[in-house]
């Protein structure tokens, strides 16, 4: 079983950046591909990235290709997510998922394990 904690949300302004962390418990943090997603309000959970177990392969939605980057250290069972360049509509929730399925990773059902979420606000 895995638990998750996200952390490094706020307010920025756009423009601006923001690094995502979270982090898992459990022993086996590397067998899992983690991925990114956010709610903004009155919208569904949307997918934001994937990584693979490696780190080697990643995903982005065309929304924040380019944008944003997704790494991992499994040493310190710690996924980022690099947010740069934000504009207001990338204010959401933002959540860490993980999943020991290596496909269909766009999809919410995928995932078997949740973070709490972590909140990011741009402002204009």
């Known amino acids: 079983q895995v638990q998750l904690v996200e952390s490094g949300g706020g307010l920025v302004q ?3 950046s923001l690094r995502l962390s979270c982090a898992a418990s459990g022993r086996t943090f590397s067998n899992y591909v983690m991925g990114w997603f956010r709610q903004a309000p009155g919208k569904e959970r ?4 994937s990584i693979s177990r490696s780190g080697g392969s990643t995903d982005f939605a065309d929304s ?3 944008r944003f980057t997704i790494s991992r ?3 310190k069972k710690t996924v980022y997510l690099q947010m740069s360049s934000l504009k207001p509509e990338d204010t959401a929730v ?4 993980a999943t020991l399925k290596p496909y ?3 999809w919410l059902v ?3 394990y949740w973070g ?3 909140q990011v606000t741009v402002s204009s």
């Open 73 to 75: 250290d499994n040493a």
């Open 64 to 66: 924040v290709k380019g």
């Open 104 to 106: 269909d990773l766009r």
């Open 110 to 112: 995928t995932y078997d």
């Open 116 to 118: 709490q979420g972590t």
């Open 14 to 16: 756009a423009g601006g």
């Open 94 to 97: 933002y959540y860490c998922a």
């Open 46 to 49: 949307a997918f934001v990235a």
